[in-house]
């Protein structure tokens, strides 16, 4: 049997190579810490779960769900968009309820780009926003987010040629895996320079509500101008710990917004009405739970910080999101560090390089890591740096 060659071009995915390893050293016997993947260990609040099991006994939800979601969900949706970011949203033709935001990333690529196109995707990035992009036969620029930058990219950089050929620009603040953030003076120039070149922006926003130190990020919709030339992304999953859920959406342009329905409505039979419900009662409920995560999540950061900077690694703690993006001692490449970590100590981090060329010289580390296992892990980097 011959397989297709874009299945035969596509790279295995960087958190299932991860889980691999993982699981090899577990077999073992070997003890491992996983600062790899940001999937909160917090669970998801009772309120939440109760809706789901009450919704999950109506045989009502046990039927085929429309593609677009429940208009009581959509609703619910724009409501929680003009109450966080005074952003105001149609339920009907801007709000797209998804499968979890990786769904629509993935589809949009399908939607907006066709083959001989150009994706302006960020290095480092999350790897679906290229991957989607080269599954449709677009070509990907890539925009390098660089320290000295603020690791925002820099658009004058970006060469007339490619631009003249350019049809999606790819943002994402906060940011993974380097934790920045972006204000609204960033998204008015990715607005601006969209429109100038006819460009669908789409900006992947899932750790809006993962913040610290008081700061309170922004949407890019919030920015003059944004509507007409993107959409957002944006999750339940890491505000509401419902990674396992399964639900997320898509929100602005209403073309951009019925293309990517037109598309979904094609290839799958939309979100079991019980999670659809389950996320109203999110959106609706009492939002205590994102307070409560942020408090985890920043003890979490200034313990892990504290450590890395105690094995002499220049570590700069995010004002966002759920990573640390930190630099690897002199001497070390990303992959070496990183494998010598797991190999001397079994704490497992990411190296930079997965997210692309220019995360070479550092290594990500999530902050989803419950506490006795942080405590653990933290006890073995001081080990390593008394082995070095």
């Known amino acids: 049997m011959k397989l297709s060659k874009r299945i035969e071009n596509l790279p295995p995915y960087l958190f299932v190579q991860i889980s691999k390893k993982i699981a090899e050293k577990r077999a073992k016997g070997e003890e491992v810490i996983s600062f790899a993947i940001g999937d909160p260990d917090l669970p998801t609040p009772k309120h939440i779960l109760a809706e789901l099991c009450k919704a999950a006994e109506d045989p009502a939800n046990h039927r085929y769900p429309e593609t677009e979601g429940l208009p009581v969900l959509r609703k619910a949706m724009a409501e929680w968009y003009e109450k966080r970011f005074g952003v105001k949203l149609n339920p009907d033709t801007e709000v797209l309820p998804l499968i979890g935001s990786k769904e ?7 939607c907006f780009l066709d083959p001989g196109d150009v994706a302006l995707v960020p290095d480092p990035a999350y790897p679906v926003y290229a991957i989607s992009s080269q599954l449709a036969g677009a070509e990907v620029f890539y925009m390098p987010l660089n320290k000295e930058n603020n690791f925002l990219p820099d658009f004058n950089a970006i060469p007339q040629d490619v631009l003249s050929k350019a049809k999606v620009l790819w943002i994402n603040y906060p ?17 601006e320079f969209a429109a100038k070149h006819n460009l669908a922006v789409c900006h992947d926003g899932p750790y809006s509500e993962i913040a610290f130190d008081g700061y309170k990020p922004v949407s890019f919709l919030e920015a003059d101008g944004a509507k007409e030339v993107g959409i957002e992304f944006h999750s339940l999953s890491k505000s509401y710990n419902m990674t396992g859920w399964r639900i997320g959406m898509a929100v602005g342009n209403a073309k951009m917004i019925d293309a990517l329905r037109r598309f979904k409505s094609n290839l799958d039979s939309g979100i079991p009405q019980a999670i659809q419900l389950m996320a109203i009662a999110a959106l609706n409920g009492s939002q205590d739970v994102i307070s409560q995560n942020c408090a985890v999540y920043q003890r979490r950061r200034d313990r892990l910080v504290e450590a890395l900077r105690n094995i002499g690694m220049e570590v700069t703690a995010p004002k966002a999101s759920l990573y640390i993006w930190a630099p690897v001692p002199e001497g070390y490449t990303s992959a070496s560090f990183a494998t010598e970590l797991l190999d001397k100590t079994g704490v497992v981090v990411t190296p930079g390089t997965g997210y692309g060329t220019s995360g070479e010289g550092y290594i990500r580390l999530s902050l989803t890591v419950p506490d006795e296992q942080l405590g653990k892990g933290i006890a073995k980097l001081a080990n390593f740096k008394s082995q070095a």
């Open 104 to 110: 629509g990333i993935g589809h949009a690529a399908w």
């Open 175 to 191: 940011n993974n895996p380097t934790g920045a953030v972006a204000g609204l003076d960033f998204f008015k120039e990715a607005a």
